[in-house]
């Protein structure tokens, strides 16, 4: 024990540093403007997507999971909002956090979902992109840098993406 506080005594003052840029690393979130972190997934369906591969289109990530109500209420809007956009470039992934991607693959077979259901069964992703809250969704622009973040789910945000969409697929 004494060795360890020896090598250990030259580097005290640092440590208030280390702990603060540890604390700071810790919480950083993806902010609006920053690029999206790439990331690579199985769909359900069992193919790859890449995030990086959808440059050039507007992009909403949602985060979601089997036993969040509000997700489940929110996918029949999300199905809507696909289907209504994505001929003029617009991509919608669900990214699917539970651990046994067969409830994934069962909740989204019976809401009907359309667009790809990503697998996130080791939570990297959802870390990466801090996403805490269930459902997270953000909005990513054609350069592939996050323009919107939504946090949880509220009665009426639908209109609120939609109108964000549009804006994001005129520029």
């Known amino acids: 024990m ?3 506080m ?3 005594a030259p580097y005290r003052r640092w440590l208030p540093l280390l702990l603060a840029a540890a604390a ?3 919480s950083a979130a993806v902010q ?3 690029t999206a972190p790439d990331f690579t997934l199985r769909s359900v369906g069992g193919a790859n997507l890449r995030l990086a591969e959808q440059r050039g289109q507007v992009v ?3 985060f ?3 036993w969040c109500g509000p997700c ?3 996918m029949p809007h999300l199905n809507r909002l696909y289907d209504k956009y994505r001929s003029a470039g617009f991509v919608l992934l669900g990214v699917n956090i539970d651990d046994d991607p067969r409830a994934a693959a069962d909740l989204a077979a019976k809401l009907g979902v359309h667009f790809p259901v990503l697998l996130d069964t080791d939570k990297r992703v959802s870390r990466a992109y801090d996403m805490s809250a269930m459902p997270a969704t953000l909005l990513i622009d054609r350069d592939g840098r996050v323009r919107h973040i939504h946090r949880g789910y509220r009665d009426g945000v639908e209109r609120t993406y939609e109108e964000q969409v549009r804006g994001l697929l005129k520029e």
């Open 2 to 4: 004494r060795d360890a």
């Open 6 to 8: 020896n090598t250990i």
């Open 24 to 26: 700071v690393t810790a």
């Open 32 to 34: 609006p403007s920053a």
């Open 60 to 62: 909403l990530v949602n």
């Open 64 to 66: 979601w999971a089997t």
């Open 72 to 74: 489940r209420q929110e």
